[in-house]
């Protein structure tokens, strides 16, 4: 059975192409279901490969088949299963599977959701083939597949201009990542002659690369990373992302796309581990990247571009985490946030539909009274998030908190307690003006159990996968990691960092004892710099776009005026000049006999001129 593992990935994969086949014609409850069914066998699967290499500590045999020979060099195909490939699994899988129950209800009006689903299918096999790929090649490969996914479904309401321009922004911006992850594995190929990971690590073992090389090689994967994970700057695509259906979202910002930046990172660890430099970028960009967004978190008024922000700032913690060489706290965190993340998303979908289909959480307020079920699930992701015990974020942020510290990055450590006391607050202030406060709508749409199922069962491992980390830190088991030794006041620090957020955001829009208008005058300019997200795109706009199209003006003159005129010159002088020849030769011998003689006088002063200079 275990060397049957490869199989994992088909199983959407053939969803994908009977859904496609039924897109137009077949019954909607059928399409949707094959798809739930078949990944379902997936998950069902990947908890069998998590029983036997994770609990029973058995190894999974690898599955390579030659595919093609470039020189002496032989380049495979094939499935690899690390411990760290095996918990993916086991989280796409799952994720995605309860995404596509919870889609049934989403999109059950929608006349194109055959379509969605299909693309669904596709996304969960780009992602499972994705995590099991045994070389860089493979991975590449399924890595561009997961962006043309994002890209079909974050436009999938194509007829609205936003979602169109989301979805070229999400494909545009994750390129310029993935160029540099393409020339990361170029230069490995040149280095090592092979793309498998093994082969790579022993070269990197046997010191055949330079320090420099490696340096290199490490950014450049992370720069791949940066893209696909949204960290900053390229993290403007992810918010925007939100154009897509909900169930999207959380699929993209939980367990598929932004999780495979974090991912690359954590399963080349052993390369970035050989390079400081690497390691230094790697945290600094994560721990700014965690504040940064957590700051715009703060001001947004969209319920799901709310959870964006908080989904960049949580992958920030993850790099942060990676950067620290705590990889099983990073990792640990991608874990606990596929949970968490999802939970949110899917509830905050739930709240849309209940508020028919309203985004803007100042239109809100009293869904406690009305959808109970709906804000305690919601308050079990919030808590998460935040980093309350007992819930799994506690376990996996107070790893990453350990492990920034005894790196020693002190800055980074004061940064990091900054965003988790900015994570609870923006939490909170989303939790109290959508469940507290006054009803705003008298009746709100009932939902049904495809909505709730998907919701509790993530509640569940929101609440109990912090437990895999406390107290037999099974994941540093898994990935070969020595322990930390813990400190007792940090998970203190951090939780009164935490709750001194939640108490703020129960003063201001609970209470009101604060206004939130006073606050805001009080932060001056910090205000709308947040509000407006710090300009970046606009400053995007102006250094990139506008600069790009004033060059194409410029060189659009160029080749229409002065190329243009002189094709136009060529063109014409032949034209002109057999126009002159045909008004001589008119037939008029008076004509020829003048230019006889203009000839002869022009031809005898050449002779006579030439004779006197010489």
């Known amino acids: 059975m275990l060397s049957y593992a490869w199989t994992i990935p088909l199983f959407p994969l053939f969803a994908f192409v009977v859904q496609l086949l039924l897109r137009t014609k077949g019954n909607k409850k059928l399409v949707s279901s094959l798809g739930v069914v078949l990944t379902f066998l997936s998950f069902v699967f990947s908890v069998y490969l998590v029983v036997h290499s994770l609990v029973w500590n058995q190894t999974i045999p690898e599955w390579k088949v030659n595919w093609l020979h470039i020189g002496a060099n ?208 790697v945290s600094y960009i994560g721990g700014f990247t965690a504040l940064f967004a957590a700051l715009i978190a703060l001001t947004q008024t969209d319920i799901k571009r709310v ?145 709730k199922v998907p919701i509790w069962i993530l509640a569940l491992f929101s609440v109990i996968a912090g437990f895999l980390q406390y107290p037999k830190h099974l994941i540093s088991g898994w990935l070969d990691e020595t322990t930390q030794t813990a400190l007792w006041w940090i998970p203190v620090v951090v939780t009164l960092m935490a709750v001194f957020g939640i108490f703020l955001a129960y003063a201001v829009y609970q209470k009101r004892w604060v206004s939130a208008h006073t606050l805001a005058k009080l932060s001056g300019i910090g205000y709308r710099l947040s509000y407006r997200k710090f300009y970046i795109d606009e400053c995007y706009e102006a250094l990139f776009v506008w600069s790009l199209k004033g060059l194409g003006w410029i060189l659009m003159g160029w080749d229409r005026f002065f190329v243009g005129g002189i094709a136009l010159f060529m063109k014409s002088m032949p034209i002109q000049l057999s126009e002159m020849s045909s008004r001589i030769q008119n037939g008029q011998v008076q004509r020829y006999i003048l230019i006889s003689v203009i000839g002869l006088l022009l031809l005898l002063l050449s002779i006579t001129v030439g004779r006197f200079i010489s």
């Open 307 to 451: 959870l964006a922000y908080s989904t960049v700032s949580q992958l920030g913690y993850m790099m942060l985490g990676l950067g620290s060489l705590g990889l099983s706290s990073g990792f640990f965190h991608l874990l606990t946030h596929a949970f968490f993340k999802a939970l949110l998303f899917l509830a905050a979908g739930a709240v849309i539909v209940a508020y028919s289909h309203e985004q803007d959480i100042r239109k809100m307020g009293g869904l406690w009274k009305q959808q109970r079920w709906l804000g305690i699930a919601f308050l079990i992701g919030a808590f998460s998030i935040a980093g309350i015990p007992p819930f799994s974020g506690f376990f996996s942020k107070d790893e990453i908190f350990l492990a920034v510290f005894q790196s020693g990055r002190y800055d980074l450590f004061v940064a990091a307690l900054l965003a988790a006391f900015c994570t609870a607050f923006y939490m909170f202030r989303l939790f109290y003006l959508v469940f507290a406060g006054k009803v705003t709508k008298e009746k709100t749409k009932t939902l049904s159990w495809h909505f």
């Open 74 to 281: 032989v380049v495979t195909v094939g499935a690899s299963f690390t411990p760290i490939q095996v918990a993916m699994l086991f989280i796409v899988s799952l994720v995605s599977c309860l995404v596509q129950i919870y889609s049934m209800g989403y999109m059950k009006e929608d006349k194109r959701s055959n379509t969605f689903f299909a693309y669904l299918s596709l996304f969960t096999f780009s992602m499972l083939g994705l995590v099991i790929a045994p070389n860089f090649l493979e991975l590449y490969f399924f890595w561009e597949l997961v962006g043309v996914c994002s890209f079909l479904l974050v436009g999938f309401y194509f007829y609205k201009e936003s979602a169109k321009q989301a979805a070229k922004k999400a494909f545009i911006v994750t390129r310029i990542g993935d160029v540099g992850l393409f020339i990361a594995i170029c230069l490995l190929f040149w280095e090592v002659g092979s793309f498998d990971f093994d082969v790579v690590k022993q070269a990197v073992d046997a010191n055949q690369l330079s320090s420099g090389m490696i340096t290199l090689i490490a950014i450049l994967i992370f720069v791949g990373a940066i893209g696909k994970s949204g960290q900053f700057p390229l993290h403007t695509w992810l918010p925007d992302a939100m154009e897509g259906p909900t169930p999207v979202s959380a699929l993209i910002h939980a367990a598929t796309m932004v999780a495979a930046g974090v991912f690359l990172v954590a399963e080349t660890f052993w390369l970035f581990e050989e390079s400081s430099t690497a390691l230094a970028i």
